[in-house]
């Protein structure tokens, strides 16, 4: 857990000067709905682009798994780029993606709703706010695709609807959403190219362990664009607030 409290500490770093520095304290009465806005997000996350968007990649997932292009890609990075280097790097940046960070983002948005509002505070709010609208999307598509992992019996990347859960990567959905919502919300050029380089890191170690096909992870990574699109509001961009609101996306 220590370093989970350390990668919020650096992403804390990175946020905390693309925004202003107005730090808003709940008084009485002043609580702020956890799911204030949500609605909202909801109509944009399943709305016409978002929809259109995931169709694009679904389109190139199938290409993918279709065409032998899934088990090409992952032969090769398993004959020739895995090592014991990798399976160590691997197995950190795995770390990133796990469950347990939504609870995470959960409570860095209850501090936010119900205590204190810093720029720390609303961006894991934007975490826990698209980890809500877009796992029910990524669950669909891991269920509905039914696609085995490359570490499975067959071994087979084509969708079978219903046989399995991972057509779609949920490491690279929970990994790729504070990247994201980082890149949308810092003010640097370079510290967002970088976030957004890094939101891919946890779907390759999903490569690296045999556990998703490139397709899958595009699926995954997809559906977190689309999910962070929606609660910063269809630009990419963080909404601005006033002094007084107290939470960017809400």
Not at 169 to 181: D, I, K, Q, R
């Amino acid at each position: 857990m220590w370093v989970a409290l350390g990668l919020s500490v650096v992403c804390a770093a990175l946020v905390w000067p693309a925004r202003d520095r107005t730090t808003v304290r709940r008084g009485r009465g002043r609580f702020a709905p956890l799911f204030r806005g949500t609605g909202r997000h909801w109509r944009r996350n399943y709305g016409r682009r978002a929809f259109l968007r995931l169709g694009g990649a679904l389109v190139a997932a199938g290409v993918l798994a279709y065409s032998g292009a899934d088990e090409a890609i992952e032969g090769f990075h398993r004959r020739r780029v895995r090592s014991a280097g990798t399976d160590r790097a691997a197995h950190v940046l795995k770390f990133c993606g796990e469950r347990f960070w939504f609870v995470n983002w959960l409570l860095v948005g209850a501090v936010d709703a119900w205590w204190r509002s810093t720029a720390f505070s609303r961006w894991g709010r934007a975490n826990f706010e698209a980890m809500v609208v877009g796992l029910p999307t990524l669950w669909t598509v891991q269920r509905g695709l039914g696609a085995n992992r490359p570490s499975s019996d067959d071994g087979s990347p084509r969708w079978r609807p219903l046989h399995a859960a991972n057509s779609a990567s949920g490491h690279t959905f929970m990994s790729a959403v504070p990247w994201l919502n980082l890149a949308a919300r810092t003010g640097s050029v370079p510290v967002g190219a970088v976030a957004r380089a890094a939101s891919v890191l946890t779907g390759w170690s999903r490569l690296n362990d045999r556990k998703h096909y490139p397709s899958q992870i595009l699926l995954g990574w997809v559906i977190a664009a689309n999910a962070v699109d929606a609660v910063q509001g269809g630009s990419g961009r963080a909404p601005a607030t006033t002094p007084g609101e107290g939470s960017e996306t809400s």
